[in-house]
């Protein structure tokens, strides 16, 4: 049976997670080895537990207890779980719980970038991607097609950021990933590397020779900036999704979605 407290003091210290802690404070930068993420919904939880994620503590609506949480309760026995009412659970955390069920989980040690690209073929890189709504909408393409993993510099939105999990429906935990300070590093593995890219002289992301690449991969800039210039100076193809109707570029994550699907071929 799991362990289930009623809350009755707003201070307490086991609810700072959900309610003070901001996401850096959760990182932890300076203890990794102590970082903490928030995962939401009962279907992105499971997929952290499915992924070997260890919870610390659950906050969730009473009735769900018995109900979409059930299943994940009953794997989590020894988990405590704090739960409330709806209209306590909003005026603590500030916001409507999605789907009535948070899971404040322990980070794990990120793997390194040999053992991301042992077996891969495919890897979408991302350079300064600042904003955590396109990290997790990057994720959810990646996974849904057919990329192997995701490597991100260390100015990128950070992948467990809790809006980019819950933008990524839970996919951050489904394919491998980690950072890079270079993003042409990954070329000693034996990948050729192409930035996606506004720029002149580039081919179309539909260019046959792309396709052909045994391991490919496919670099995305921030909104706006772009890829640094030495980045695409460094890179051995610069690529670019053909346009009409006078549009001049996609948003970031949209093009990321278009451009996997056309190199990860069948």
């Keep these: 049976m799991a362990d289930i407290i009623e809350i009755k003091d707003f201070s307490a210290k086991e609810l700072d997670i959900y309610a003070r802690l901001t996401e850096v404070q959760l ?3 300076e203890h990794p080895e102590d970082g903490l993420f928030i995962a939401e919904s009962p279907k992105v939880i499971e997929r952290a537990l499915n992924a070997g994620y260890e919870p610390v503590s659950f906050l969730m609506e009473k009735k769900h207890i018995d109900t979409q949480g059930k299943e994940i309760l009953e794997k989590c026995v020894s988990t405590p779980v704090y739960t409330a009412e709806f209209d306590v659970l909003t005026q603590l955390t500030g916001f409507q719980l999605t789907r009535g069920m948070l899971c404040a989980m322990r980070r794990k040690p990120l793997p390194g970038l040999s053992d991301i690209c042992s077996n891969a073929k495919r890897i979408a890189i991302l350079e300064n991607v600042m ?8 994720f959810r393409s990646a996974a849904a097609l057919n990329m192997d993993a995701v490597l991100l510099t260390s100015d990128c939105s950070n992948p467990l950021y809790r809006r980019a999990i819950r933008v990524s ?9 980690s950072f890079t300070e270079n993003p042409n590093e990954i070329k000693k593995y034996g990948f050729k590397t192409a930035a996606l890219a506004l720029c002149e002289n580039t081919l179309s992301i539909r260019d046959p020779r792309l396709l052909k690449e045994e391991k490919l991969a496919l670099i995305l800039g921030a909104e706006g900036d772009g890829l640094r210039d030495t980045t695409i100076a460094d890179c051995d193809y610069t690529v670019k999704i053909p346009m009409s109707h006078g549009v001049d570029s996609l ?3 949209a093009a990321s979605a278009v451009a996997f699907f056309q190199i990860a071929g069948e």
């Design 27 to 29: 990182l932890n930068r």
């Design 131 to 138: 904003n955590p709504t396109n990290v997790g909408a990057i």
């Design 169 to 177: 429906m839970g996919t951050v935990f489904q394919i491998p990933w």
């Design 251 to 253: 948003n970031v994550a």
